[in-house]
């Protein structure tokens, strides 16, 4: 995929934007929204420190994880272009300032990796990959019963939205960004939308993107056209939580951190006016964790052997719903979705949790990159998994000797 539309989505979906500056009268201590904006132009060093404790820097909810733990045993190592675990990967990793890299196949350690003094008790940030799991959230709710049908209206959970465009929209239409709301995703503009969204100050104890969205009007008919728009990320969020009385945090521990088996705690950041869990991003784990997060989608979404997610939720999550600029290539309910049935959650400054179900393989990574993204990070990223894919289907081919 092209670096112009990584940039532009998962730029957008770290919900931060360009911070604009002050006149000398309207000086202030930055707030908690401001201070996130400025994480996006940090330093390679604060990045590299830092993103292994967001959820110290901000306010934050934890998931908390249980006393089972899933283990993930150790597996025969995979050999990569002849190279192996000292030689491709930690090339890959040193030369785009990668944090740590897990490869899983068959629920077994194939690679493993650690970097830049990361350790495998520590989190690290997710950026974008928390949108995935936010629709994972929704996925849960419906299977319970919290959400009735991805046909509702999203007034019906939101009430302050009821006179607003997004008073009909469907939670499937906010799944697959298609609202038809009018949203400029413009970073060149300062007077976009995504560039306003979180300036203002909190209004009547309301999120700032449920303020700032309460206001824009409808664009296009419902349902036919997409266009991505970062604050819709976090109404979902905000639609989960209304939906299920439980914070982000608070329902990922209940129904997947605790009862699959994660190792840790994650961290969720909080919206600075409601206190709620923001569904773009802020989430934290431990890179075990999303490994295993990888491995209960790969599981199909089941936990001793009954499903978590709704079978609606998991068809179109992991399959091509929207195009993108990248032949091949598409989204489907916030995750991305390549033409050989594997997907993916991805996020900014290199953070992956990648499913390829015919090669029962996941690959997490999570890391520091120099920039955001770019085409070359992005390339580098695919040769990876490319390795990896190339790696075990070596492994299957019949001998010829």
């Known amino acids: 995929m092209s670096s112009k539309i990584y940039i532009r989505l998962f730029t957008a979906a770290l919900c931060l934007t360009l911070s604009l500056p002050l006149a000398a009268d309207e000086q202030h201590a930055p707030t908690i929204g ?16 830092q993103f292994r404790q967001m959820y110290k820097l901000f306010p934050s909810d934890h998931a908390a994880h249980g006393a089972h733990v899933r283990a993930l045993p150790q597996g025969k190592p995979l050999v990569l272009d002849g190279k192996g675990t000292s030689g491709l ?34 989190h690290w940030e997710s950026f974008s990959v928390a949108k995935s799991v936010t629709s994972v959230l929704l996925g849960v709710a419906l299977q319970r019963g919290d959400i009735h049908s991805m046909d509702d209206t999203l007034g019906t ?47 009547d104890g309301q999120a700032h993107v449920l303020s700032y969205l309460k206001k824009q009007p409808r664009q296009w008919q419902a349902g036919t056209h997409w266009n991505y ?19 982000l945090a608070a329902y990922l521990s ?42 209960f989608m790969l599981d199909g979404g089941r936990i001793a052997g009954k499903p ?11 399959r091509h ?20 049935g594997s997907y993916a959650a991805i996020g900014i400054f290199g953070q992956m949790v990648y499913v390829d179900p015919s090669r029962q393989l996941v690959i997490a ?18 040769a990876f998994v490319a390795a990896v894919k190339r790696a075990v289907d070596a492994e299957r081919a019949p001998s010829t000797h």
């Open 34 to 49: 401001e201070q996130r904006e400025a994480v996006l132009f940090w330093p390679q060093a604060q990045r590299e420190a």
């Open 89 to 122: 990967l930690a090339s890959y990793m040193d030369q785009h300032h990668l944090a740590g890299v897990m490869v899983l196949q068959g629920g077994r350690v194939r690679l493993q990796r650690y970097a830049l003094g990361f350790a495998p008790e520590q």
């Open 157 to 203: 959970y939101i009430p302050e939205l009821r006179d607003s465009a997004y008073a009909k929209v469907t939670v499937q239409q906010l799944l697959t960004m298609t609202s038809g709301v009018h949203w400029n995703e413009d970073y060149a503009d300062a007077k976009s939308d995504v560039a306003q969204m979180y300036l203002h100050a909190c209004v």
């Open 229 to 247: 728009n970062t604050a819709e990320t976090d109404l979902l969020g905000i639609l989960v939580q209304r939906a299920t009385h439980r914070s």
């Open 254 to 295: 209940q129904t997947i951190w605790q009862p699959y088996g994660m190792a840790a705690d994650a961290y969720w950041i909080k919206d600075e006016c409601d206190g709620t869990d923001t569904g773009g991003s802020g989430l934290s784990a431990t890179l075990g964790d999303y490994a295993r997060l990888g491995q």
């Open 308 to 318: 978590v997610v709704a079978k609606a939720w998991l068809e179109g999550a992991i």
């Open 321 to 340: 719903q929207e195009n993108v600029d990248d032949p091949g290539r598409g989204y489907g309910y916030l995750w991305w979705t390549d033409k050989d």
């Open 365 to 382: 990574q999570v890391g520091a990159w120099p920039h955001a993204t770019s085409d070359e990070l992005v390339a580098a990223r695919w």
